[in-house]
């Protein structure tokens, strides 16, 4: 893929089916670990994207929130520019008004289809995909719905290079700076209007590895940003297992083939993070 290239391209069926326009597009999304998706109808995007801009005001009560733990409430991010408000699914009804807790539902309904969708070409057993995903695909897991900044002011990369440790990532990406790695290299990934970006996490790649059809978890960034405007704003959505949950590897006799704590996991992610200079 050239950095000029578009990424393959799905949608969401009206039974919540994800379709991509060519088996092609698909075969390049599991080997890439990313692609786009339209935006359904029914997501009401606009609403969303003024309750983050709430968040930019400094007076906002919204900054107040506290944080539980390192993973959840208003937080700065050392090393990079981004700042965010990040809560999981159980958080959302205290904290965000009722049509955002909302929004965040929707995006379950897009999470539980793209993992779906892996998990049927994977030739998993469906009666397993529960039990493999520690409950996500059958809505249970748990959900991150992080309204982001970035801070303009500071010289630090937007973000630092990483794969996401979860399932899916589902990303509303409205100016550029986004960069996935390719053959060692860092590549643009263009906004692309009316899509968000969905990239797979190395959760789910480790629940697939001994199935028919992995996939990918990318390596991406976000460059350093620069606007007229001080602060920069997206929203992201993480699929996620249960921090304290399991995860389980089956092939497609249904055997369970290995599996691991999720907290294991994501100590061990954490230990082999790439370090970039």
Known sequence: MKPDMSLPKASIDEALRLMFETSEDQDVAWKLGVFYLKVPDWLDLEEARRFGREILDPASPLRDIPQYGELEGFIALENNQQTKLALRRHRWDEHYPQEVARFGRHLDHIGRAVICEVFRQSGIPEHLWSEASGGYS?????????????DTSQPDLGLRPHTDYGFVTILDATSPGLQIEL????????????????????????????????????????????????????IVYFANPELEGVLKQFDVQGREVGGSSVG?????????????S
């Open 264 to 276: 294991d996991l994501f100590s061990l992610l954490e230990r082999k993070l790439t370090n970039y």
């Open 138 to 150: 059958s809505g249970q897991g748990t959900a991150f719905l992080n309204f982001v900044h970035y």
């Open 183 to 234: 053959e060692g290299q860092f590549r643009d990934v263009p906004v692309l209007d009316g899509h968000l970006v969905i990239n797979f996490g190395e959760a789910l790649h480790f629940i697939t590895q001994h199935s028919n059809r992995s996939v990918a978890a990318i390596v991406h960034r976000v460059t350093s940003q620069v606007a007229d405007n001080p602060v920069r704003q997206g």
